[in-house]
Nanobody, 122 residues
Framework: QVQLVESGGGLVQAGDSLRLSCAASGRTFSSDVMGWFRQAPGKEREFVAVIKWSGGRTYSADSVKGRFTISRDNAKNTVYLQMNNLKAEDTAVYYC???????????????WGQGTQVTVSS
C-alpha cells in the first residue's frame, strides 16, 4: 500500500500563495491517480484536484480553477498543489490520496495522508 506524507500547510493572509507537497512511497498500479481533498470543520471532505502519474491528466474543482494547480514530479514521486490568491473559504485540512481511477469521490481513493492544515485569514 502506498504511503503518503503531506507538507507545506500554514497560516497565510487572503491573496497569498502556498504550495503543498505530497511525497508518495510504495507506488503500485492501483495508485496511478493522485488527488487532493480538503475538509473544513463541520463539513464533508471536498474534492480539490486530481492528476494521473502516467500522462499527467488533471481535473480540478470549479471552486479552485484558475487559482490552484496540481502537478507531479515522477522522479521524486511527489505531487504538488500550488494555491494562489487564497481566500478565507479555502481554510481546511488538506489531504492527498492515491487510487486507481480518476474520480472526485473520496471513496474511490484507497490511501490517504495525515493531512496538513491551511488557514487563510481575511
Amino acid at each position: 500500500q502506498v504511503q503518503l506524507v503531506e507538507s507545506g500547510g500554514g497560516l497565510v493572509q487572503a491573496g497569498d500563495s502556498l504550495r503543498l507537497s505530497c511525497a508518495a512511497s510504495g507506488r503500485t498500479f492501483s495508485s496511478d491517480v493522485m488527488g487532493w481533498f480538503r475538509q473544513a470543520p463541520g463539513k464533508e471532505r471536498e474534492f480539490v484536484a486530481v492528476i494521473k502519474w502516467s500522462g499527467g491528466r488533471t481535473y480540478s474543482a470549479d471552486s479552485v480553477k484558475g487559482r490552484f494547480t496540481i502537478s507531479r514530479d515522477n522522479a521524486k514521486n511527489t505531487v504538488y498543489l500550488q494555491m494562489n490568491n487564497l481566500k478565507a473559504e479555502d481554510t481546511a485540512v488538506y489531504y492527498c490520496a492515491a487510487g486507481p481511477i480518476v474520480s472526485t469521490t473520496p471513496a474511490s481513493f484507497r490511501s490517504w495522508g495525515q493531512g496538513t492544515q491551511v488557514t487563510v485569514s481575511s
